[in-house]
Each structure stands twice: as C-alpha cells, then as structure tokens.
C-alpha cells in the first residue's frame, strides 16, 4: 500500500521542501524572538521601576521573575490545554491563528504600563506561543522524509535562532533609558516582534496543509492532491522520477489521547515529562537571567548588555552543527552530551570575572543549548503518532513550560542567597537529570520513518 507516508519518506532532498521548512521557519523566527526577548528587555523594565532583579519572598510579584512567569504560565497552558487545535483543524491553520494571536497581545502589552498589566498580556502572549511551540515542531516533522527530518528541524531551528543577535543588538541599542514619541526602548523591541502580523498571509500563501494529516483524518483525496503537487514541484526541480515508495504493511488508523498511556507511549510519555521539568532550568535559567546574573555581579547594564550581546551572537551556530550532524549522531545521544557540556560550562561561566573568560564561556553555553534545542525539538515530535502528535507532544513539552514558571523565582532567591555560582550548580543539577532521563530511557529515532516508531 503506498501510503502518504511512504510516498513522503522517499523523496530526495530538494529545494522546494527545504522552502516549506523555510516559510514555517519564519514563524518560527518571531516564536524565537518572543522567547529570549525576556531577559534582554529585563533591565529596561527594571530601569523603569516596574520590577526587581531580586526579591525578599520567593512568590514575590514586584520581582522580574514575575514576568518570566507570567509567560511561562501562558505558555504552559497553550501547550497542554489548547495544543489539541493543531491535530483537529490543520497544522497550517493553527500556525496562522496563533502567531496573529501572540503578535496582538505582544503589540497590547508595549503599551502596558503597571507590572499587573504587563504581566497579564505577558500570560495572553504565551498561551499563542505555546500552540506555536508545539504546531510548528509537528508541522516541519510530518512534511519531511525520515532521512532528514533531523536536518529540517535543525534547519527551522537556525532561521529561528537568527532572531536572537538581532533582539540582542535591539536591546543593546534601545533599552538603556532611551525614550522616544513616549516610550521607552524596550517597549520598541516587544513592538518589533510583534510585527510577525505583517508576515501571516504571505507566509500562510505558499504552504500546503500536512498530508500526513489530511490523510488520518480521512480526507484522503486532499491527502492525495496535496501530496501530488509536493511531488510534481520535486520532481520538476530534480528532473528525474522519483523513486518507487516503500510499501507499508498497515495503513495509518486514528488515535485517542489516552492512547499516549499505553504501550509503546506510555514509557516514552514519563520520560518526556520529567526532561521537560528539567530541560527548561538548564536553558532559560541561563538564557532569560545572564544580563542580571552579570548585573549581581557588578557589571554595568550596558556592559552586561554589551557582553550578552557577544553571546547572542553564536547562538544560530549551534543549528548550524545540528543541521551537518542532526542525522549522523543518535539524537539521544546528541541530547545527552550537550546536557552535561552546558552543565561543565555554565559552572565555569559562572567562576569566571575577566570580560574575555565571561564571553567564552557565555558563549559555550549558548552555543550547546542552541544545539540541544534541536535535538531534542526534533527528538519528542517523532515519538507519538501523527493522529495526536499535536496533542501528545503538547502535554508533555508543557510541562517545560509549568516548571519555567517557578524557575525564575527560584533562581532569584537562589540568586540573592548564593549567588551566581550557586543558580549554576542549580542549572547542572537540573542538566544531569535530562542526560540521565535520556540517555537511561529514551530511545532511538535517526532514519527511522515516524510511522515505524509509532506502530499501529
């Protein structure tokens, strides 16, 4: 039977799929913006009075951590509650809606003024962002064929991370006390990103919706017309018949969400709940806190700007070695090592005080969470079948999202009673609980077709 399945994972790699990742990449761009946008627009708020680097209380809402959490909350409930939208009405209607969504309440929320205001379209955002989180990993997964799938994620994943020098350099530029028409300089970075807006109907013009979908759906015919014009534009572009698919045994059936508790799922379900607990202390404990950690420090804003700028800058270089290495090396194991090489860093980071040893380490840090980032984006998207892939993978990322909630407080208190060599011993223990996770239960997935992890 040649399923669509089948006729996907023959294709060779060629320009016109490598431009669908691209498109969906670019939502993902203002995603990625969205995301590390938060700490480099930290000391502005702070500067302006309407948070604190550090609090007296752990739950204390005067604290910067307050809007960390805010978005973290958002998010945590987009990615459980609502991640269900993408595998009921389309992976390319889900991207549309919920970029508008987050670009409008980011756009709402540079007009805010209170930290109660700011907070609350802080939470609006995130619950856009989380569906986004979730469809566009799905989305790029299910249009591209088992052999590379790792390298176009990684590929989305460099697109997306070029967003961060450029916020960086924005913040850099802006958000010391800066003051235009009104508003401050970091009420112009948030504006920035929300001008995703603007880039919606272009973006969602050149996009089919997922065959794969279409297809356990039962809207086989669309399935069918959707991917004829995929393979029309292949085969044009390579000028030569593509090869006979590989038949599959089974044709693919629908799933119920309680299917991701029995087996094969269920094991595979623990282990991703308690990597997300854990993954997200490892990332943005360092990516959304390094200006403040190097302000605790005693360096100036707009040094600790000026270095974090620095850092920012190898960050599209980690997908980079993802993209050339994402399908050679196993993806746990890819998982593994950059857990416990940000663990080593990190700790080294944070003994260091000359301008060129913060910068060094800074940046291998970021270097190996921007390579872990796809990794593992690419890992947990091909673990569930496609009928809740959306789903699946929506409940277990958002527990990424819950724990990122309570992570800022705890690395401010953890910051005002320890300090900063204290928040990354914190951040290691939180990287060796991910390499054991992984490497003790996860399995392999490199080259395999998403249908032959998911068996029927």
């Not at 060629?14 to 700490?39: K, N, P, Q």
Request: aromatic share 14%; hydrophobic share 55%.
């Amino acid at each position: 039977m040649e399923t669509i399945a089948a006729r996907l994972d023959r294709l060779p790699p060629s320009r016109y799929v490598r431009a669908m990742v691209l498109r969906i990449s670019i939502g993902g761009w203002f995603e990625l913006y969205d995301l590390f946008m938060t700490g480099y627009i930290a000391l502005g708020m702070i500067g302006e009075g309407y948070f604190r680097g550090t609090t007296a209380r752990l739950f204390d809402l005067a604290g910067f951590a307050s809007f960390v959490a805010a978005g973290f909350a958002g998010m945590f409930l987009g990615t459980l509650i609502f991640s269900w939208i993408s595998d009921r009405y389309g992976r390319r209607a889900t991207f549309t809606i919920s970029l508008l969504f987050y670009s409008i309440a980011n756009a709402i929320m540079a007009f805010a003024h209170g930290a109660a205001a700011i907070d609350f379209w802080r939470f609006v955002a995130g619950l856009g962002i989380g569906v986004q989180l979730v469809t566009i990993d799905t989305y790029i997964s299910e249009l591209t064929p088992k052999n590379w799938r790792g390298r176009a994620i990684a590929l989305s994943q460099f697109v997306g991370y070029l967003a961060i020098p450029i916020v960086a350099l924005l913040a850099y530029r802006l958000a010391p006390p800066h003051v235009w028409a009104g508003l401050t300089g970091w009420r112009y970075v948030v504006l920035i990103g929300s001008l995703g807006v603007l880039a919606i109907w272009p973006l969602r013009a050149g996009l089919p919706e997922s065959p794969r979908w279409l297809e356990i759906r039962g809207r086989t015919r669309e399935a069918d017309d959707a991917m004829r014009a995929i393979e029309n534009a292949v085969s044009a572009q390579t000028r030569e018949p593509l090869p006979q698919p590989q038949p599959h045994s089974e044709p693919p059936r629908t799933y119920a969400w309680r299917d991701m508790w029995r087996p094969p799922y269920r094991t595979r379900t623990i282990v991703l709940v308690v990597f997300n607990l854990a993954q997200t202390i490892m990332f943005y404990g360092f990516a959304s806190w390094v200006p403040i950690l190097l302000g605790h420090e005693g360096v100036t804003v707009l040094k600790s700007l000026q270095y974090t700028f620095f850092i920012a800058l190898v960050n599209p270089i980690g997908p980079l070695l993802a993209m050339w290495l994402a399908d050679r090396l196993q993806r746990k194991w890819q998982i593994v090592g950059l857990a416990l090489a940000t663990a080593g860093f990190g700790l080294l980071f944070a003994l260091a005080r000359a301008p060129l040893w913060i910068v060094v380490f800074g940046s291998f840090v970021t270097l190996g969470n921007a390579w872990f980032s796809c990794a593992f984006h690419a890992y947990q998207a091909e673990l569930y079948p496609t009928g809740i892939r959306a789903r699946a993978v929506g409940f277990v990322y958002s527990w990424s999202r819950f724990s990122s909630i309570f992570v800022g407080f705890a690395v401010a208190a953890i910051l005002a009673r320890y300090g900063t060599l204290g928040v990354f011993v914190f951040i290691a223990a939180a990287a060796l609980v991910v390499a054991v996770a992984i490497g003790g239960f996860g399995m392999a997935t490199n080259r395999r077709s998403l249908e032959e992890l998911s068996p029927g």
